[in-house]
Structure formats: structure tokens, C-alpha cells
T-cell receptor, first 113, second 108 residues
Framework: DTGVSQNPRHKITKRGQNVTFRCDPISEHNRLYWYRQTLGQGPEFLTYFQNEAQLEKSRLLSDRFSAERPKGSFSTLEIQRTEQGDSAMYLC???????????FGEGSRLTVL | EDQVTQSPEALRLQEGESSSLNCSYTVSGLRGLFWYRQDPGKGPEFLFTLYSAGEEKEKERLKATLTKKESFLHITAPKPEDSATYLCAVQASNQFYFGTGTSLTVIP
């Protein structure tokens, strides 16, 4: 296993369109996190899954955002009716049941025109 | 309110010029403090975890230390390839709170 995988790496879309990002965590990791990062800022927490259960959601996660993790494996983050303010890097990270360190993917960069 | 503050925001060093980056935090129930390196356009790369005051970790030219209120990332004799943004994060319960990072540039 080579680590956390995210795709697409880059997405350019027009305002009002829907986009979906996928994250494949490290295979034995049961915890999965989504973060958003804008230029010059640190990652901001969006949501967290333990197995298939979504346990926490940030206030940043408006009703246009939805995340799923069916069967506790890969996860998707969907943004509906995108706005220019959604332009950011969307980072996925996973951690094991024992470990606390987060291991990040390379991110999915979203540009909303 | 849980908070992580990193300083300086940016640091320029000559190759071989040692320095330290600071991460101060206020969090209830600290479970761990983490250092990450992030290259432009890429995801953060894990460096260290520190759990208790007095703990130290080393990796090549980097050494991380932890007190009750702050952590330092010491860079000894840096090389140009150490240029990156260094992020600090703290874990409280199941959430991780990140600082805004220190952008390090090492000039040959």
C-alpha cells in the first residue's frame, strides 16, 4: 500500500456545478478525515469518520457539502452548487485505530470559476 | 477556545544557519502534538509526534521538543532541500487543530 490516494488531483468547474472528490485511505486505517486548506492557511477540519460512521462535522461543512464512507473503506466528498469561495485544496487523511498520527493524501485542488 | 499559533510566519536562512520554529498552543486535554512538512501543492508529510512535556524526537537535521505550552522544531545546519512549510497540529479528543505554518526558505 502506497498511502492515502485522492482523485482527481485537480478540478476546475463553473460556479453552480457539483463536484465529487474521492479518497482511498491506507488499507488498515479505520479513521478518515477531510480537511480544507486555502493558500497561506493551515488545514481546517471538515469531517471525520470512524469506519462507516460520520462522527463529527465542522460548522464549515454547510448543507451544500456531504461526505460518505460506505462500507468503511473509501470516502467521497461532494460539493453541490459550488461557489467561488469553495476554491481550495481538499485534503483527506487517515489514521489507524492504535496510532494517532494523520497520514495525508496529496489533496484535490478545486478551482471554481 | 483551542488554538495553535506558529511563529515566525516566514523564515529565510542561509544554508548551514541553524534556527528554531515555534508552535504555541492552548488546548484542553492534549493527546498529542504533531509536526508536518508541506511542499507546495502537496499534502502534509508527517514528521513527529510528541505526547508529553520534556519529550524530544529527532530525524536527520530536525529535532522537535515539547513543553506544557509550546513546541519547538530545531533545524540544524539546514540545506536548500529543507525549504518547505512546517505545520504544527495538536490533537484534542478526535479533532486535530493546525497552525498556519512557518514557510522556511534555505538559501544556498
Amino acid at each position: 500500500d502506497t498511502g492515502v490516494s485522492q482523485n482527481p488531483r485537480h478540478k476546475i468547474t463553473k460556479r453552480g456545478q457539483n463536484v465529487t472528490f474521492r479518497c482511498d485511505p491506507i488499507s488498515e486505517h479505520n479513521r478518515l478525515y477531510w480537511y480544507r486548506q486555502t493558500l497561506g492557511q493551515g488545514p481546517e477540519f471538515l469531517t471525520y469518520f470512524q469506519n462507516e460512521a460520520q462522527l463529527e462535522k465542522s460548522r464549515l461543512l454547510s448543507d451544500r457539502f456531504s461526505a460518505e464512507r460506505p462500507k468503511g473503506s473509501f470516502s467521497t466528498l461532494e460539493i453541490q452548487r459550488t461557489e467561488q469561495g469553495d476554491s481550495a485544496m481538499y485534503l483527506c487523511a487517515s489514521s489507524s485505530k492504535r496510532g494517532t498520527e494523520l497520514f495525508f493524501g496529496e489533496g484535490s485542488r478545486l478551482t471554481v470559476l | 477556545e483551542d488554538q495553535v499559533t506558529q511563529s515566525p510566519e516566514a523564515l529565510r536562512l542561509q544554508e548551514g544557519e541553524s534556527s528554531s520554529l515555534n508552535c504555541s498552543y492552548t488546548v484542553s486535554g492534549l493527546r498529542g502534538l504533531f509536526w508536518y512538512r508541506q511542499d507546495p501543492g502537496k499534502g502534509p508529510e508527517f514528521l513527529f509526534t510528541l505526547y508529553s512535556a520534556g519529550e524530544e524526537k529527532e530525524k536527520e537535521r530536525l529535532k522537535a521538543t515539547l513543553t506544557k505550552k509550546e513546541s519547538f522544531l530545531h533545524i540544524t545546519a539546514p540545506k536548500p532541500e529543507d525549504s518547505a512549510t512546517y505545520l504544527c497540529a495538536v490533537q484534542a479528543s478526535n479533532q486535530f487543530y493546525f497552525g498556519t505554518g512557518t514557510s522556511l526558505t534555505v538559501i544556498p
